[in-house]
């Protein structure tokens, strides 16, 4: 593409015209932004074939953040002087801005890039090839920005997500170290080299880097990533503190729609929506699909805003069953038009499935979209702002003493805040040799995420090997690198190689007929597992948990509670390997309580969907009712179901 000069007249103007021009030129030499895009909406009207006045309404629609029509506006100008580099360089951050992934990809690969001389537009489609699932293309092109400005700290940021997203947590560290070399002392690099490094199981630096964060936050200078800062051994204001900066970075600037008002009446039901970026092939949506199926219709109107990628999984499809009609396909459509659709829904409460994950759209929350929004699910924490009325927990997640660790009010399930899924299907039973595990050892196995796991713990499934001869230990392979790492740090204290199996990713099914092989599920601190103890659970396999004190270290003790084996939950790690040990040793008390938590499966509150479904709507239902009665959020202590339960 070459850089063409822009004429100095498109066309002549007539004098009408020509006024308005002057005008708009005018309002927005004076900042005056809605003046300016008046008048030049009016030139464009009446003359369309004047590129400057496109040109112009393009600019002054991106000076408000009205990106979509700035795009429109911006791909005329470029129709009629096809080429130009300053009109293409604006129609690039108009689709980047709008959420047009898709488009913005399309487009940047039609054109010479190397003439856009904005390397934000580069980091644009960088992180649009990200959200796309581009991983492996995003990475020359955040290279070639680092080529070109090799001290862009954006750059760095998104190469290391890039990487990290490619099993490659080695390489996002040092992506995030230089971050900190490059621009000094940062809170949320130094955040993602931890997490980097807990992904990756390689903590040479870990101790000293928590200690040196601390230390950064004390001084002042910021607070970590929430999502990683739940991996630290924090308190519930520590993290509540990561929490509320975060909510300032994503609501600071939004101004909210008018308060709606009580609910309208119309034909009486409630209408929920529910946000995410998950509803696909993620932990999220098997968790909560029957959920979707169950709610009554009678009573509830539902709706999902998706706004991640369609994968043409079959639980994309299931949930797209789930609410029909009502199953809106959001990805490519901005925050603010997204919260104005919300709005002109009628939705009563609007459910925030995503939180402070990648790639989330929170903003949507920060316009006010509804009178009731809700945090459930997706984020195990406060999200720090009263934009969000209510956080979804239980007594044992979210007892009503911890309120001070959220600025959402707590809103109890009776029994789990988890949803389950008793339709997930558990594949053909295997036996060991097909995984290649010893017939007759006392299989201990953890399938969790690699950043769950932390030395402390680590040091204590060592120990356990060590006082029990006969077990072994059956590890998720979540990346090459933490494998080569965790067989290093278990031989440095004497756990040979030859002990410790690895578990490769596989479909939902295969993985639960694996883990159901295994003797016991030993859970990790502070993050405990969460969608992976349920299914450890409903494949048959016992979980061994601790109970912390903050709502990502109380997960799995809420849902042994549910499951009806309370014993199972320890108070701490001496506790933990005391009752690991035991039942080691004691595989007929371990058969007795695998045997009734076969027995009571199908019975037991954790796998009570129509249980949960009529729990969930009852908890709806009194949100809604004290915003009829013009009262603001307040605590919802648990309550059983008051309805009968639905088969």
């Not at 209408?271 to 509803?279: A, E, F, K, N, P």
């Not at 290649?436 to 932390?454: H, I, Q, R, W």
Request: aromatic fraction near 8%; charged fraction near 25%; hydrophobic fraction near 40%.
């Amino acid at each position: 593409m070459t850089a063409t000069k822009l004429p100095a007249a498109s066309i002549p103007r007539p004098p009408q015209a020509e006024a308005e021009f002057r005008r708009g030129v005018g309002a927005a030499q004076r900042e005056k932004w809605q003046q300016a895009i008046d008048a030049f909406r009016r030139v464009v009207a009446r003359c369309p074939e004047d590129m400057h006045s496109h040109l112009q309404l393009a600019r002054a629609y991106a000076k408000i953040g009205d990106w979509e029509p700035g795009a429109e506006a911006a791909r005329q100008a470029l129709a009629l002087l096809p080429g130009n580099a300053l009109i293409t360089a604006l129609l690039a951050l108009c689709l980047a801005r709008s959420s047009r992934d898709a488009e913005l990809i399309d487009f940047c690969q039609r054109i010479d890039m190397e003439e856009i001389a904005d390397l934000s537009i580069h980091i644009d489609l960088g992180m649009a090839l990200i959200r796309k699932r581009k991983i492996k293309e995003s990475v020359p092109v955040l290279l070639g920005v680092l080529n070109r400005d090799p001290r862009n700290l954006h750059a760095y940021a998104w190469l290391g997500t890039a990487f990290l997203l490619m099993e490659m947590p080695e390489e996002s560290r040092e992506c995030c170290r230089n971050i900190e070399a490059i621009g000094g002392p940062n809170v949320r690099a130094l955040s993602s080299v931890i997490f980097s490094s807990l992904q990756a199981a390689n903590w040479t630096t870990l101790g000293d880097d928590i200690s040196a964060l601390q230390s950064h936050i004390e001084a002042g200078l910021g607070q970590p990533i929430p999502f990683y800062a739940l991996t630290l051994p924090w308190t519930r204001a520590q993290l509540l503190a990561a929490s509320r900066i975060q909510a300032q970075i994503c609501f600071g600037t939004i101004s909210p729609l008018p308060r709606p008002p009580a609910r309208r009446a119309r034909d009486g039901r409630i209408r929920i929506g529910y946000v995410s970026g998950d509803l696909q092939k993620h932990a999220t949506a098997y968790l909560v699909a029957e959920l979707f199926e169950r709610h009554d219709p009678n009573r509830f109107e539902i709706h999902a805003y998706s706004y991640g990628i369609d994968d043409q999984s079959p639980i994309r499809r299931r949930l797209e069953a789930a609410f029909g009609e009502r199953f809106h396909d959001v990805e490519a459509i901005p925050a603010a038009t997204l919260a104005h659709r919300i709005r002109n829904d009628g939705i009563d409460v609007l459910i925030d499935l995503k939180g402070y994950t990648l790639h989330s759209r929170n903003e949507v929350f920060g316009y006010r979209s509804a009178p009731i929004q809700v945090n459930f699910l997706g984020f195990p924490g406060s999200l720090g702002s009263p934009i969000y009325d209510y956080i979804i927990g239980d007594p044992i997640v979210t007892p009503l003493e911890h309120a001070d660790g959220y600025d959402e009010k707590i809103a109890q399930m009776p029994d789990c805040y988890q949803p389950n899924d008793r339709q997930r299907i558990v594949g053909e039973p295997r036996d060991r040799s097909f995984y290649g595990l010893p017939d007759e050892a006392m299989v201990f196995c953890s399938f969790n995420n690699n950043y769950k796991l932390t030395p402390d713990v680590f040091d204590r499934w060592c120990a356990i090997l060590q006082k029990a001869p006969h077990a072994v230990l059956w590890l998720f392979e979540a990346n090459r690198q933490a494998r080569r790492n965790l067989i290093a740090y278990a031989a440095r204290r004497g756990i040979s190689a030859d002990r410790i199996y690895w578990a490769p990713p596989l479909p939902l099914a295969e993985h639960l007929a694996r883990i159901r092989v295994a003797d016991l599920f030993l859970d990790t601190a502070p993050v405990n597992a969460h969608t992976t103890a349920s299914d450890a659970l409903w494949a048959g396999t016992p979980v061994l948990t601790i109970l912390g004190d903050t709502f990502v270290s109380r997960v799995a003790a809420s849902l042994l509670h549910a499951a009806e084996l309370p014993e199972l939950v320890a108070a701490d790690l001496d506790e933990y390997e005391r009752i690991a040990l035991e039942l080691a040793h004691d595989r007929d008390r371990l058969r007795a309580i695998r045997s009734r938590l076969a027995d009571r499966r199908m019975t037991c509150r954790l796998f009570d969907s129509a249980r949960y479904t009529s729990a969930f709507e009852d908890l709806v239902v009194r949100m809604v009712e004290r915003h009829a009665q013009g009262l603001g959020p307040d605590h919802l202590p648990a309550a059983f179901p008051q309805r009968s339960e639905r088969t």
